[in-house]
């Protein structure tokens, strides 16, 4: 895809995001210290209290598909999330505004971002969209690219007013600092000549955004699979009970039954994934699919404990699992085993299909193994003494992580975006700015000692 001649982001195909260039003559260092505060500035857009976020919303529809994207426009020209916001399907913003505003909240604990970030006037950036003219070509009933055709861009970013907290400021190098606070070059341009579109759904007499729908019918059209007969995609099955539902996901999985796995997913939220997949189907079944032929994986036992998590869904944490494992073509078989402490796997290769060129595969392998422990203290440096590292699989254990299922129809589903978000927002709930520290720390002296490595 082509793209624009003096684009504000950088180099980058359509849909792809990345942080605006740095001044001319800089270091790769300089690039890589100035685009990490940029992109933490787009979080910081993004990283604002639920409620507050919620209370500005409309979610209404736009009057046309054309309105649709002139929405998102309008909301980035004025720095105004909640404006951007509401130009997207609700089903498919809901879950994210749900998580990044709770995420924002631990990010404002932990000092990273400042308690002063407003969704509808995000300080330190300035980007204005106008004069934008559209074209739009019909996909089916109800589905319409948007194409933006003309109309000009200005970004401005004033580092120093950017919402970043002292826990990034403070750990900056001088140099590094002294480069954040220097003005960046404003940068504007035409935005003529652009392929750049989204995919405008109609729903409850509104027009609406769709990253999936736009994301799927890219690739789609791209690789030559065409268009779905929409609404007429993969049956959604669900589950009776939140723990049900992923026991289900992970034997759907484990078969690599692709149908059967999607059919886990919300099919409101992952509605466009419902729709476009049956297309590939017949060719996922002939390759990736025939492995299964060859390869037997069951899931013997799951143990999980199921607790109320935010915003209705219900999190299944995996306490214990056991599978078992055999292929006839190797000759092999065997098992998985976690027990909640300790992972264990077990293979029997009495043929030494898997023990050639002097490899030799053990029988057992435990994860609590005092002798693994041992026999990995020189890591896969060669030898490399590496400073202490936090105890980072104590943190993640003491996480309260799940996959988060939730609710529709009398079915249970499991959500990736609730998942992907729980994840992130239990991680930074079991720090504080103590350990923030030791890692930030632990990072900067790991890559300062590796900066003075020689192959």
Known sequence: MDTFD???????????????????GGNRTRKLVLGGLIALAVIAIAAVAFATMNAGRS?????????????LFDGLSGEDLIGAVDAFLPSEADPVVNYTGAIGTELKRLDILTEGVDPQAVSGINMEFTDLQFRTEPIADGFVRVYVT??????????????LGDVILDNLPADARAEFDQDLPAEAGSMAGEDFYMVAVEEDGGWYLSLWYTMMDAIFTETGYGTPAFGSGITPVGAESPEAAVRASFEELLSLDLEGLIGMLPPTEMRAVYDYMPLVMDDYNETVGAFGSFVTIELIDLGTSVSDAEFDAKRVKVESF???FSSFFLEIDGSLVFDGECFEIEIN????????????IPDRINSCDPELADALGGGFSGGLTQPDMPDFVGDI???????????????????????MGDVMLQGLKIWDAETLQQYIEWIIEVGAG???LSF
């Open 150 to 163: 003309d109309g000009d861009y200005f970004v401005d970013i004033d580092q120093a007013e950017l919402p």
């Open 397 to 419: 254990g003491a996480a309260n992580i799940g996959f988060l299922a939730v609710e529709e129809d009398g079915r249970w589903y499991v959500s990736p975006t609730e998942s």
């Open 450 to 452: 590796s900066a003075d």
């Open 6 to 24: 003096q684009d504000p982001f950088g180099q980058v195909e359509a849909g792809q995001i990345a942080a605006p260039m740095p001044p001319a």
């Open 349 to 360: 290769d009495q043929a030494g299909n898997l023990s050639g060129f002097g490899a030799e």
């Open 59 to 71: 979610n209404d529809g736009a009057e046309s598909p054309e309105a649709a994207m002139q929405k």
């Open 322 to 324: 056991d599978i078992e």
